[in-house]
């Protein structure tokens, strides 16, 4: 278990749904994880918190005035300077989404499109850091880019982002990259070569997972709300683990930690 006051520059730090059924998406991620739903903002065109024991952990937002949600979790990563990180990010070839903009005194968010073509969000704090707990029933526990092109991937967040990257695997069967905290060593985030078995039109993503203490149980409530099973409960050596959908479609994934 781990609690945070703020997340390593170039970690992820929140991460929020935008979605076409903000009432079902309150309603069915406060039954699934127990979190509760805080009223939606004006002041932030609607925007909402999840909480998890009174503290932030996602955020949530449904269709804007020009443009209907698309139904995903989108990913923030840390930053120290949120207009150097995307001016870097323009010059390896990202494609800027929504340019940096302040959100009161919270902080200052960019979202982007990597070279390789997943959607990641920048956030730079202020007087929010973003989630503060992590590898608890309930909140982050593991983050992770798939992507058709894993060593543009991986030169990309070494170069924009600041990763301090280290090998678990490269062989065409199992490349995977991850990122360690540069306060300890610990790993906070994975880049998978993924280009043989992402199916054709799903582009590269970020995913986050949700530590739960029942992978099964988890997926069989997440059917009985409406989502969807896209992966059912299996063992890894890295915990028991699972991808499902929302019902209004917003793909995330669940694990259970290995004892």
């Known amino acids: 278990m781990t609690t945070r ?9 929140w991460a929020d ?6 009432e079902g998406s309150r309603k069915f991620y406060g039954e699934l994880f127990g979190w509760e739903a805080q009223e939606p903002s004006p002041e932030f065109g609607g925007y909402f918190m999840f909480t998890r024991d009174g503290a932030p952990v ?4 449904g269709d804007m ?32 989404v929504s340019p940096p903009m302040a959100v009161a005194d919270l902080g200052s968010q960019a979202v ?13 704090p202020g007087t ?14 593991w983050f992770e880019l798939h992507t058709r092109d894993h060593a543009a991937a991986v030169a990309f967040y070494r170069s924009v982002f600041r990763w301090d990257t280290n090998s678990v695997g490269d062989s065409d069967e ?11 060593g610990e790993d906070l985030a994975g880049i998978m070569d993924a280009k043989a078995f992402l199916p054709e039109g799903v582009p590269s993503h ?17 059917k009985a709300l409406g989502g969807s099973v896209v992966m059912d409960a299996t063992d890894t050596p890295y915990g028991r683990l699972a991808t499902v959908t929302d019902p209004a479609g917003a793909q995330f994934k669940l694990r259970r930690p290995n004892q």
């Open 174 to 184: 199992f490349r995977y990259t991850t990122m360690r905290d540069p306060r300890g």
């Open 58 to 61: 996602a955020g949530g937002m």
């Open 17 to 22: 749904l935008w979605t076409s059924d903000v």
């Open 65 to 96: 005035p020009d443009m209907p949600a698309q139904n995903l979790w989108t990913i923030y990563l840390a930053t120290d300077d949120i207009g150097k990180t995307v001016g870097a990010a323009e010059a390896q070839g990202a494609q800027v």
């Open 206 to 222: 970020w995913s986050v997972y949700w530590e739960v203490d029942d992978a099964d149980a988890v997926v069989s409530k997440v």
């Open 112 to 124: 982007l499109v990597d070279p390789t073509g997943a959607q990641l969000g920048a956030w730079q």
């Open 128 to 141: 929010f850091p973003g989630f503060t707990a992590v590898n608890e029933t309930g909140a982050p526990s």
């Open 5 to 13: 006051e703020h997340a390593p520059i170039g970690s992820p730090c």
